[in-house]
């Protein structure tokens, strides 16, 4: 069965930092896009960031120059520095991974959260 993990969420004060990661793990023959995603409380869910499994990376207008998405292809990792952060960035945030196993399959992680105090 596979899976994705999510850790490093957590409290943290406007204007510092925090480090997310996600790992996959089970038969995994390959993985093709990670992303990570956020939703805050009655908002939809959004897209932050995505890394393709050559390197290239998209960001949303919000993070750009703030957050940086990068991944371990030998571990199956993703992970997301989040600079500077505003109240605005609070949210649970969640990895996803376009995979290949046995099928292709699109697998969510379960969240973490991000509180940013004013």
């Known amino acids: 069965q596979v899976q994705l993990v999510e850790s490093g969420g957590g409290l943290v004060q406007a204007g510092g930092s925090l480090r997310l990661s996600c790992a996959a793990s089970g038969r995994i023959f390959s993985i093709n896009a990670m992303g990570w995603y956020r939703q805050a409380p009655g908002k939809q869910r959004e897209l932050v960031a995505t890394?393709?499994?050559?390197?290239?990376?998209s960001y949303a207008d919000s993070v750009k120059g703030r957050f940086t998405i990068s991944r371990d292809n030998a571990k199956n990792t993703v992970s997301l520095q989040m600079n500077t952060l505003k109240p605005e960035d609070a949210a649970v945030y969640y990895c996803n991974a376009d995979l290949l196993a046995g099928s292709r399959w699109l697998v969510w992680g379960q969240g973490t959260q991000v509180t940013v105090s004013s």
């Open positions: 890394i393709t499994s050559g390197g290239s990376t």
